[in-house]
């Protein structure tokens, strides 16, 4: 380690070196061209580099990057003040920028890693404790602190709070710390054990303690089976007025059809049924299934699961029932 030590600090003096000692102009414009193109080179080099080698070489070209610059920060200093009054100490100045640039860096890195420990600071306990109001439509709920949810108050996700990130859960506690229910126009919980970042699920608070809902065991599973699944991967529910309204160009092309009721419309939706699909995946018997119906007169219920061609009726019937059974387990009371 101590070799290393040595090694990185003397490619950090040589660096220095190369810039630092120029008496004049004429020739440390020309070193310091060459020694930055050395550095882009050496850059554009790195970047086709694989192995373990090649941390150690960032680290080299890194400090060199970093000699370079102080020496020629130094030198600048240097000769810009030979051209007015107040000169400054030619040694002085080397020692104090060679001592202060790493410095710097290391000051600069220490704040970068405490704005993304900051960043990754989970919610307070008292937030993940309590329920949180929010509405879709005319459909009230109280839900938990959890992963599972990504909520948005306009229909794209833009501006989601997406749950399964800390800085977003702690800003959706701010929002909701009055009691006063959040009004969205689109949530989706992602209840599939097999979906993607369920591993962050099961680590989860939510996960850590036993919760009142009938899928909660079924969601925080370890092991996750080959069977047909009991729940829907991912369950969306959607304002269809926020719907249409941010959606200029299909609202348009409805109103030239002749229908701007909007009962019409939910009659529409309604009348979608079940889509699939098959993938290239690891099972050639799997498709892929996606459900909507109307859960109110306001407010859309979208289902995806996974499934196959026989069993996919019957098993969509399931999926509707576990999604409603998940939604009504999750109504604010009356």
Same mark, same amino acid.
Request: charged share 20%; net charge negative; with cysteine.
């Given at each position: 380690?101590?070799?290393? *030590?040595?090694?990185?600090?003397?490619?950090?003096?040589?660096?220095?070196?190369?810039?630092?000692?120029?008496?004049?102009? +004429?020739?440390?414009?020309?070193?310091?061209?060459?020694?930055?193109?050395? @550095?882009?080179?050496?850059?554009?080099?790195? !970047?086709? =580099?694989? *192995? %373990?080698?090649? #941390?150690?070489?960032? =680290?080299?070209? *890194?400090?060199?990057?970093?000699?370079?610059?102080?020496?020629?920060?130094?030198?600048?200093?240097?000769?810009?003040?030979?051209?007015?009054?107040?000169? /400054? %100490?030619?040694?002085?100045?080397?020692?104090?920028?060679?001592?202060?640039?790493?410095?710097?860096?290391?000051?600069?890195? &220490?704040?970068?890693?405490? !704005?993304?420990?900051?960043? #990754?600071?989970?919610?307070?306990?008292? @937030?993940?404790?309590?329920?949180?109001?929010?509405?879709?439509?005319?459909?009230?709920?109280?839900? %938990?602190?959890?992963?599972?949810?990504?909520?948005?108050? &306009?229909?794209?996700?833009?501006?989601?709070?997406?749950?399964?990130?800390?800085?977003?859960?702690?800003?959706? @506690?701010?929002?909701?710390?009055?009691?006063?229910?959040?009004?969205?126009?689109?949530?989706?919980?992602?209840?599939?054990? *097999?979906?993607?970042?369920?591993?962050?699920?099961?680590?989860?608070?939510? @996960?850590?303690?036993?919760?009142?809902?009938?899928?909660?065991?079924?969601?925080?599973?370890?092991?996750?089976?080959?069977? #047909?699944?009991?729940?829907?991967?991912?369950?969306?529910?959607?304002?269809?007025?926020?719907?249409?309204?941010?959606?200029?160009? #299909? /609202?348009?092309?409805?109103?030239?059809?002749?229908?701007?009721?909007?009962?019409?419309?939910?009659?529409?939706?309604?009348?979608?049924?079940?889509?699939?699909?098959?993938?290239?995946?690891?099972?050639?018997?799997?498709?892929?299934?996606?459900?909507?119906?109307?859960?109110?007169?306001?407010? &859309?219920?979208?289902?995806?699961? +996974?499934?196959?061609?026989?069993?996919?009726?019957?098993?969509? /019937?399931?999926?509707?029932?576990?999604?409603?059974?998940?939604?009504?387990?999750?109504?604010?009371?009356?």
């Amino acid at each position: 380690m101590i070799v290393f *030590g040595a090694y990185y600090l003397l490619f950090y003096i040589l660096a220095f070196c190369t810039l630092a000692f120029w008496k004049s102009w +004429r020739w440390f414009v020309p070193a310091s061209l060459l020694v930055g193109g050395l @550095c882009v080179w050496a850059i554009n080099d790195l !970047q086709t =580099a694989d *192995g %373990p080698g090649a #941390l150690f070489a960032y =680290a080299f070209v *890194g400090l060199f990057m970093l000699g370079a610059v102080a020496g020629f920060l130094g030198r600048l200093i240097i000769l810009a003040t030979r051209v007015s009054r107040f000169q /400054l %100490p030619e040694k002085a100045v080397l020692l104090i920028v060679f001592v202060a640039a790493p410095l710097v860096v290391w000051g600069w890195t &220490q704040w970068v890693d405490y !704005q993304q420990q900051n960043r #990754l600071r989970p919610p307070s306990p008292a @937030c993940l404790d309590r329920m949180h109001a929010v509405s879709v439509g005319n459909v009230a709920l109280e839900i %938990p602190l959890a992963p599972i949810f990504s909520l948005s108050e &306009q229909y794209d996700w833009d501006e989601a709070y997406f749950l399964s990130s800390n800085h977003r859960s702690r800003a959706f @506690c701010e929002r909701t710390q009055d009691g006063e229910p959040v009004r969205l126009a689109r949530m989706s919980i992602t209840t599939g054990p *097999g979906s993607y970042g369920h591993r962050n699920v099961v680590n989860a608070p939510f @996960c850590a303690k036993s919760q009142p809902y009938g899928w909660w065991e079924h969601l925080c599973q370890k092991e996750v089976g080959e069977s #047909l699944q009991d729940y829907p991967d991912k369950i969306t529910l959607s304002e269809v007025e926020s719907y249409f309204s941010e959606n200029n160009s #299909l /609202l348009d092309s409805v109103k030239e059809a002749g229908s701007t009721d909007l009962s019409e419309i939910r009659e529409n939706m309604r009348n979608k049924g079940i889509g699939c699909y098959e993938t290239n995946g690891y099972r050639d018997d799997v498709i892929h299934c996606t459900a909507q119906r109307m859960l109110t007169d306001s407010v &859309q219920i979208e289902y995806m699961f +996974r499934s196959n061609q026989e069993d996919r009726d019957a098993h969509a /019937l399931l999926m509707e029932q576990r999604a409603l059974e998940i939604v009504d387990s999750l109504r604010a009371p009356e």
